[in-house]
């Protein structure tokens, strides 16, 4: 249980800092422009969440395990991020083929 909690936190942190950029904000929502201000804050709280995701693993499996299981853990979630990004970008502008 703990380690899906570090996964769903990873999943929210990168895809805070993938709001950060300029592609897949525009694939999301239509407004390109986003301040220097709300860019440090979403990298901030990301980096918040991925370090929590971080010491969760790390607490509850050891560091010998832990470190494999979040460097799993944060490639999958990275992974899913953009795979998720792309289909609901797609769905968005109405690109998806049947």
Do not use: D, H, N
């Amino acid at each position: 249980m703990i380690t899906l909690v570090s996964f769903l936190l990873a999943v929210i942190g990168l895809f805070l800092i993938a709001l950060t950029q300029k592609r897949p904000r525009t694939s999301l929502v239509k407004s390109a422009s986003i301040k220097r201000a709300q860019i440090e804050t979403y990298r901030i709280l990301a980096s918040m969440l991925l370090t929590i995701s971080f010491l969760l693993v790390i607490a509850y499996e050891g560091w010998s395990f832990g470190v494999i299981v979040w460097g799993t853990l944060i490639s999958v979630a990275g992974i899913s991020v953009s795979f998720s990004i792309a289909l609901v970008g797609s769905i968005l502008q109405g690109t998806v083929r049947k």
